[in-house]
């Protein structure tokens, strides 16, 4: 009985050994696939990447087959290119792409129905045909044809006799080619991938008078589209592009696991007009690693003056004053760079020289000589409210309306508020304290000055035809 111990356990071990030597032989052919001599990645803000690739391949001549590995779980197999330096020698007569990835269930999983060995407590062996695996057993039927369940934290090992087919070590494409030559040729591959995107950060510094500041631009670059892509040619691409329809994204968006930041004094993006988008193209090559964001400058700090503005909108808060900063996106006023959309995060030094962060905002796509209005957040010292103070029928159709509007400064200094009102049907304005602009066809707006700690009311008379 010993020896038949000994002779299954040597069986075990030589089974293990093999499935090892397997695995690790499925690693070495991985790990021998060409890297690429050159990668070039576009990002563009819409979870796409388009990555090219120049490696140099081995062919035979005539028709056979060739593993094309370290590409990403989310490519786009549909928009793969292939070119060969040089002329048409080799045609690709049909693709595969697998990413039936290596994992312990998948190998439980193709094991169904079959014979596995598995060890446990006290070296104590169990044969059988595995039935089910999961809920914390395994179902095993021995050959006498009884059940036996095994927990699995019980299990020290688990030993099949070869990799399963069908699964891989990393998504690979497989190519069926024809090629009218034999040996190494130049190739450069192109394709689409999901899982790439990126966005610009824009961190504001207000000076001590408030009258300027300071605006530093980044990309940051997120990369979960299930591959690492090194020394790269990275560029940028900022604007909307059109899209047909896509299909639902396999495998879904991967954690964010680690972030990297490359100073702004480390050679940032060159800008250019592209198309109808503005493409960002790093004059040095760089690595996006899976899983990781990357952040890079996307220009040198500038600074330019800006404007504080108080605004007031009853139609939407009644109480409420919301404080924005305006400027100019010019070359004259310091400025005058084609902005991508992003979030801008406004901060001022406090009289220790620590940052505090006074608000946040997000601006679109903007272009040069544009205006830009960045909202801070509400005012702490400002207070205002709207009130109806009568309402008259003047016909069957004309009614008017009374109404008072509040600005109170708190503060210690004079303000300007902006109070917009909303207006609708057929309008005019009977009377008003102060002067007034028609913004438009439903809205009007007033300047309110208001010294410091002064409350200013503003009356007006609307009269409104429904006909």
């Given at each position: 009985?010993?020896?038949?111990?000994?002779?299954?356990?040597?069986?075990?071990?030589?089974?293990?050994?093999?499935?090892?030597?397997?695995?690790?032989?499925?690693?070495?052919?991985?790990?021998?696939?060409?890297?690429?001599?050159?990668?070039?990645?576009?990002?563009?803000?819409?979870?796409?990447?388009?990555?090219?690739?120049?490696?140099?391949?081995?062919?035979?001549?005539?028709?056979?087959?060739?593993?094309?590995?370290?590409?990403?779980?989310?490519?786009?197999?549909?928009?793969?290119?292939?070119?060969?330096?040089?002329?048409?020698?080799?045609?690709?007569?049909?693709?595969?792409?697998?990413?039936?990835?290596?994992?312990?269930?998948?190998?439980?999983?193709?094991?169904?129905?079959?014979?596995?060995?598995?060890?446990g407590e006290d070296d104590a062996i169990f044969s059988g045909k595995l039935l089910a695996f999961g809920g914390g057993y395994l179902t095993l039927q021995?050959?006498?044809?009884?059940?036996?369940?095994?927990?699995?934290?019980?299990?020290?090992?688990?030993?099949?006799?070869?990799?399963?087919?069908?699964?891989?070590?990393?998504?690979?494409?497989?190519?069926?080619?024809?090629?009218?030559?034999?040996?190494?040729?130049?190739?450069?591959?192109?394709?689409?991938?999901?899982?790439?995107?990126?966005?610009?950060?824009?961190?504001?510094?207000?000076?001590?008078?408030?009258?300027?500041?300071?605006?530093?631009?980044?990309?940051?670059?997120?990369?979960?589209?299930?591959?690492?892509?090194?020394?790269?040619?990275?560029?940028?691409?900022?604007?909307?592009?059109?899209?047909?329809?896509?299909?639902?994204?396999?495998?879904?968006?991967?954690?964010?696991?680690?972030?990297?930041?490359?100073?702004?004094?480390?050679?940032?993006?060159?800008?250019?007009?592209?198309?109808?988008?503005?493409?960002?193209?790093?004059?040095?090559?760089?690595?996006?690693?899976?899983?990781?964001?990357?952040?890079?400058?996307?220009?040198?700090?500038?600074?330019?003056?800006?404007?504080?503005?108080?605004?007031?909108?009853?139609?939407?808060?009644?109480?409420?004053?919301?404080?924005?900063?305006?400027?100019?996106?010019?070359?004259?006023?310091?400025?005058?760079?084609?902005?991508?959309?992003?979030?801008?995060?406004?901060?001022?030094?406090?009289?220790?020289?620590?940052?505090?962060?006074?608000?946040?905002?997000?601006?679109?796509?903007?272009?040069?000589?544009?205006?830009?209005?960045?909202?801070?957040?509400?005012?702490?010292?400002?207070?205002?409210?709207?009130?109806?103070?009568?309402?008259?029928?003047?016909?069957?159709?004309?009614?008017?309306?009374?109404?008072?509007?509040?600005?109170?400064?708190?503060?210690?200094?004079?303000?300007?508020?902006?109070?917009?009102?909303?207006?609708?049907?057929?309008?005019?304005?009977?009377?008003?304290?102060?002067?007034?602009?028609?913004?438009?066809?439903?809205?009007?707006?007033?300047?309110?000055?208001?010294?410091?700690?002064?409350?200013?009311?503003?009356?007006?008379?609307?009269?409104?035809?429904?006909?």
């Open positions: 009985m010993y020896n038949g111990y000994a002779n299954k356990l040597e069986d075990i071990v030589k089974s293990k050994m093999l499935f090892t030597g397997l695995i690790a032989l499925v690693i070495i052919i991985a790990s021998t696939t060409p890297r690429a001599d050159e990668v070039a990645v576009t990002v563009y803000n819409s979870n796409l990447g388009v990555i090219s690739e120049t490696r140099t391949l081995t062919f035979e001549k005539g028709i056979h087959n060739l593993a094309y590995r370290d590409v990403p779980s989310q490519i786009d197999p549909a928009s793969v290119r292939f070119t060969v330096d040089g002329g048409k020698s080799v045609a690709i007569l049909e693709q595969n792409f697998a990413y039936d990835l290596v994992s312990p269930d998948k190998v439980f999983e193709k094991y169904i129905d079959s014979d596995v060995d598995l060890v021995e050959d006498d044809g009884k059940i036996r369940m095994v927990s699995s934290g019980k299990v020290s090992d688990v030993t099949f006799p070869s990799l399963p087919e069908g699964l891989i070590t990393r998504p690979t494409l497989f190519w069926l080619y024809n090629s009218t030559q034999q040996g190494s040729l130049k190739t450069t591959v192109g394709y689409q991938t999901s899982g790439l995107n990126w966005s610009a950060e824009y961190v504001g510094t207000l000076n001590a008078d408030e009258n300027k500041i300071d605006l530093a631009g980044w990309s940051s670059i997120d990369n979960n589209s299930g591959k690492t892509y090194k020394d790269a040619t990275l560029k940028l691409i900022a604007g909307d592009i059109h899209r047909a329809d896509q299909p639902m994204i396999r495998g879904g968006r991967a954690e964010k696991f680690s972030m990297t930041a490359e100073a702004a004094d480390s050679y940032g993006f060159e800008e250019k007009a592209f198309f109808e988008y503005h493409m960002y193209t790093l004059p040095r090559k760089a690595t996006v690693a899976d899983r990781e964001t990357k952040q890079i400058s996307l220009f040198d700090p500038a600074s330019t003056a800006v404007t504080k503005i108080f605004s007031y909108r009853p139609d939407r808060n009644q109480t409420d004053v919301n404080v924005a900063v305006k400027f100019a996106n010019r070359a004259d006023a310091g400025l005058g760079m084609p902005l991508p959309a992003g979030r801008v995060r406004i901060f001022k030094a406090d009289t220790d020289g620590s940052l505090i962060l006074l608000g946040e905002d997000r601006i679109k796509h903007t272009p040069r000589d544009e205006e830009m209005k960045l909202t801070v957040g509400t005012a702490f010292d400002v207070k205002a409210e709207l009130r109806m103070m009568d309402q008259r029928n003047i016909s069957k159709y004309v009614n008017e309306y009374d109404y008072e509007i509040e600005i109170r400064n708190r503060k210690t200094e004079a303000i300007t508020v902006n109070v917009e009102k909303n207006l609708y049907g057929n309008w005019t304005i009977k009377s008003s304290t102060l002067p007034y602009k028609k913004k438009d066809i439903s809205t009007v707006t007033f300047d309110v000055h208001a010294k410091a700690g002064e409350t200013v009311v503003l009356k007006m008379t609307v009269s409104i035809n429904s006909r």
